[in-house]
């Protein structure tokens, strides 16, 4: 497994100590989210949109409609920039200067190229595993019509960068500060609620066992 580049757009300059250059941890914040926010510059101004995502090798895929104008830009090869966040808490300093968020985060630029039509399903069937694991075994194929409706976007993972501040402390030795003042953590964690029915469901029909999967996968994560 290679080390990630250090390039204009990948090297960390603010705290580049929290910097990861190993390629498993950037899989490691990909392969724990579910989504990510996506930047593209459409006529002159930036524009940001939270898609779902799924790593495939050194890769990460994204969908949409293909009637919309922000993703045929992308397939056009305007260059975006994917950014996935993990916040792990809250860091309580003793001013508000030192006080931060402990979190992981990976961001990832280049060029996006729209997936072929003989892998579009195969593709598809990937973002499903990654964000509703065992889901497609419960419901009907997806269609023709569905199929060419929607936009599957394959992003490399040639230019990333991780930061990982995980280890930074809410005080040190020796700084001066007041210590009746309380300083520490807060953690935080993404869960999962009780699965709710729809409505229309017919009475009695029974939670599958991919939803519950799915929680259990974000208790186990605590992230998404």
Not at 13 to 33: N, P
């Amino acid at each position: 497994m290679t080390e990630l580049p250090l390039t204009s757009l990948t090297r960390v300059r603010r705290g580049a100590r929290h910097q990861r250059t190993d390629r498993a941890a950037l899989y490691d914040v990909l392969d724990g989210a579910l989504s990510g926010t996506l930047a593209v510059v459409r006529d002159d101004r930036p524009i940001v949109l939270p898609v779902g995502i799924a790593r495939d090798d050194d890769s990460v895929l994204f969908h949409g409609s293909t009637g919309s104008d922000f993703f045929r830009r992308i397939a056009d090869g305007a260059p975006v920039c994917l950014t996935v966040t993990h916040l792990l808490g809250l860091k309580y300093a003793r001013s508000l200067f030192d006080s931060s968020m402990r979190y992981r985060c990976a961001v990832v630029h280049g060029t996006a190229a729209a997936v072929g039509a003989a892998e579009k399903e195969d593709a598809l069937s990937r973002l499903s595993e990654h964000l509703m694991p065992g889901r497609e075994a419960d419901v009907r194929p997806m269609t023709a019509r569905e199929i060419a409706a929607t936009m599957v976007l394959r992003l490399p993972l040639d230019q990333a960068s991780v930061k990982d501040n995980v280890g930074s402390l809410a005080e040190v030795d020796g700084d001066g500060e007041d210590r009746t003042v309380w300083a520490g953590m807060l953690p935080l964690r993404t869960v999962a609620g009780d699965p709710v029915t729809a409505p229309q469901t017919v009475s009695g029909t029974p939670v599958p066992e991919s939803v519950r999967r799915a929680a259990a996968r974000i208790a186990d994560l605590g992230t998404a």
